[in-house]
Every structure is written in C-alpha cells, then in structure tokens.
C-alpha cells in the first residue's frame, strides 16, 4: 500500500487528509510502505508536546545505525543541530544563535528591503516588457531569501545559482544519488568557504562562527561546515513559500488585499495568519521515540517514528476558530507551530519573519494593482483547478 501523504492529491491540497486523520484522533498511525507505518500528529496540542517531549529523538544517525537501507537527512546535515538531541544540540546551537536574534535581524532590514526592491523592479521591467505576467515566485520569492542568506555567509553571487540547486536536491532530489550528489558538492564548496574565510575574515556571519569556534574550540571542523550548510539550506525553500503562499492567499481575497495595502501596519499580524493558515513545512519534523510512552490516547512504542504536521496543528479546530479561514483578529498565547516549538524551535524565525513582511510592504507598495493572471498554468501537474496555481510536489513542503 502507497504512503497517501505522497500522493498528488496530497500535495494539492493536504487539508482534507489532515483533517479525516485528525477526526479519528490527534494522532493516528499512518501506512506509509509495505510493512512501515509511522504516527501522525494533527492536534495542535499533542503537536506542541511531541515537539518538545525529551523521549522523542531527532538523531537521525542513531536511528539509521541500524537501518542501513532509509535515511532522514542528506550526510551534510545529518551532523547539525537539526539532528542532535540535548546536551549536543545546545552547544551546536549556541554559536549560531547570536547572528538570528531579533535585533541582529533588525540591523539586517536596511539591506533586505534594499534586495526586495531590487527584485521588485526587475518584476516590472519584465513585465512591462513581456506585456502580460510575470512568475513572482522565480523573480522575487526565489531570490530574495537566498540573496538575504548568502550575503549572510558570504557567498559569492557567481556561486548562488550553483548553491541553490545543490540545496533543491539535498531535500527534494527523487532519487538517493542526485542528494549525495549534491551534499558532497555543497559540504565540499562550503569547506572551501571556510578555509577561505578563515585566512580573510570579513564581516560576515560565517567569519563570526569561524572566530568563534577557533576560539572555544568547541565544535569540531566537521560540525562547523554541518552548522553552515544547515544554515544556508534551511532557509531557502521556506522562507519562498512563505511569501508565495502569503501572495496567493491575499490575492484570493480582494477586502484582504486591500486593507493591507492601505495599513502596512497589519502585516505582522498578516505574517503569522499566512505562517498558520498554509504552514511552508506541512510535515517535516523527523522524529523517534526513545522508548514507549503514551501521546493523545495512543502509546508510542519506542523505535517508532513520529512525524508532527504543522500544517495539521495549525488548522485544528480544537485551537482556532474557523480554522480554514485567514483572519488578522487572531490572538492569544500559543500561535500556530509553522516554526515548530521546543528546543529545535526555528533558530531563523526572526529572519523568515522580516524577509515576509518585508517582502509584502514592497510588493503591495510598487503594484497596488497586483493581481493573479487569469488561468495562470491551469492543468499542469498538481495544479488546484480554481485559480490555475500549482503546487509542489512534495509531501515535505507546501508551497
Ligand atoms: C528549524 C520552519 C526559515 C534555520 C526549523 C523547524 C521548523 C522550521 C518547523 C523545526 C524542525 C523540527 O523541530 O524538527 C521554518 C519556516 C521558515 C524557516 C517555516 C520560513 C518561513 C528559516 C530561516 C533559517 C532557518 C530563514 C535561517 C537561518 C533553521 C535552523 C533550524 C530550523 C538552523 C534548526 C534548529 C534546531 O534544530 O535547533 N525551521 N524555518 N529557518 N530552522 Fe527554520
């Protein structure tokens, strides 16, 4: 029997699937190959416990020891913080911290805005020279979080190209080969960065980790390039959809789209409503148990495999009114997990945060006018039939 969550149906629209999961229980046992099965969570509330519950590991190398034939993460990034437990997690973390503080952001918006604009006015050269739309996605989402996070680490522009495909097939190569491929390629180039950067510091984030392992020498080389290829993949594909997904859902509703063009003051709120409403990671928060334990009525037995859904918590019921519907209005301690929560809680979120609503201001600001062209790429692949738009194809992402 095939995984349902890897059907195209699913990645048209996930929604119907986490909500039958979730009316039989917050978390069910999903058939996902011949003889492996691995337990969904959809209810917000078990959700936000797996996500910080210490009996459920994220290292996926002692998981795979003994399972030679699968594999969670790609060799490059299967040594980060993304896929340590404590005491190990936090020393990974704590050297990368102090570059994704909100006020470290902050400094970085002048620049942000800066790029944004940029690629805002390449969209209006191309589309007064095409005279019809433009693909806001490849011309703005694309680059804008991978321009922001490569000056970060100081990857040359020439570079960019080259590292945004090797980070595509790190996660979503079809086949184990392209992703080996392609994290050899990306370890391999981000070790020349390194040494590079270590003989000529500048003032970048990859030079403040380089001086700072060399200094407390509490990472080894192997997991300082680790830490920089996680930090240069993992904002990516995430951040694009972020705005992607915000895009499209504004444009579906015109009372939306306008009251945000006339107050910009409501984009913060409209970030977390786009974060919640259409979560980037539908479900892609590896997790095992360490040993049997029990979680929304069901017992997990130890060994087996976890897999939180934000994109399911996000629209429980049981936690947000109306949940299939995007409101400005909400409020209240305990947001959606589009950014998990716990100790692998997003180390970039305040980054993600500012590019979107940045990237909104200076869309809704140059084209007042923006609008979804009509039929757009209607009937291609995975394509929803109302508005002509298509969705990647994977069971991972939404976007
Ligand atoms: C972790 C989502 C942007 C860096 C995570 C996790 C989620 C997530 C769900 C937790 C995974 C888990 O618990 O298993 C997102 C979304 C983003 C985004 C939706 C954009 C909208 C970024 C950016 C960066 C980043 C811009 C750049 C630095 C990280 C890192 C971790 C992480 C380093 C691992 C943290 C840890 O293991 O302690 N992200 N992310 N993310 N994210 Fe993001």
């Not at 470290?104 to 690629?119: C, K, N």
């Not at 433009?134 to 960019?160: K, M, N, Q, W």
């Not at 306008?258 to 977390?272: C, F, M, N, Q």
Request: glycine content about 10%; hydrophobic content about 45%.
């Amino acid at each position: 029997m095939n995984d349902p969550m890897e059907s195209a149906e699913f990645s048209r629209d996930p929604y119907p699937l986490l909500a039958a999961l979730r009316a039989r229980g917050p978390v069910q046992r999903v058939r996902t190959g011949k003889d492996r099965t691995t337990w969904v969570v959809t209810g917000w509330a078990e959700a936000r416990a797996a996500l910080a519950d210490p009996r459920l590991s994220k290292d996926t190398a002692r998981y795979f020891a003994d399972r030679p034939s699968g594999r969670d993460l790609a060799p490059a990034v299967s040594r980060s913080m993304l896929a340590t437990d404590p005491p190990d997690h936090a020393r990974l973390r704590k050297l990368a911290m102090a570059a994704f503080t909100p006020a470290a952001v902050g400094r970085l918006e002048p620049r942000i805005r800066q790029i944004a604009e940029g690629l805002a006015a390449g969209l209006g050269q191309s589309a007064a020279a095409a005279g019809g739309p433009v693909d806001l996605v490849e011309g703005f989402a694309v680059p804008l979080p991978i321009a922001v996070i490569c000056e970060l680490l100081a990857v040359p522009e020439g570079d960019r190209a080259a590292v945004r495909r090797w980070s595509d097939d790190l996660f979503a190569a079809a086949d184990p080969d392209t992703t080996d491929r392609a994290s050899h390629a990306l370890a391999g180039y981000v070790a020349e960065l390194i040494a590079a950067r270590r003989t000529a510091p500048g003032d970048d984030v990859l030079s403040a980790l380089i001086a700072a392992r060399d200094a407390g020498d509490r990472l080894s080389e192997h997991e300082l390039v680790s830490l920089a290829v996680l930090l240069v993949v993992a904002g990516h594909e995430t951040t694009t959809h972020l705005i992607g997904n915000g895009t499209l859902a504004l444009l579906r509703d015109d009372a939306l789209h306008a009251r945000l063009r006339d107050d910009p003051g409501l984009l913060p709120a409209a970030v977390e409503e786009f974060l919640r409403y259409e979560a980037p990671v539908t479900l892609a928060t590896f997790r095992y148990a360490t040993e049997p334990f029990e979680l929304g009525g069901v017992r997990i037995g130890a060994g087996e495999v976890v897999l939180v859904s934000p994109g399911g918590a996000n629209r429980d019921p049981a936690r947000f009114d109306e949940p299939d519907a995007v409101r400005l209005d909400r409020s209240g301690p305990g947001g959606h997990l589009s950014f998990g929560h716990g100790p692998h809680h997003c180390l970039g979120a305040s980054l993600a945060r500012a590019e979107a609503r940045i990237a909104f201001e200076v869309l809704l600001a140059r084209f007042p006018g923006l609008r979804l062209a009509a039929g757009g790429r209607q009937g291609a692949e995975g394509s929803d039939g109302t508005d002509g738009v298509t969705w990647r194809r994977t069971r991972l992402m939404r976007g």
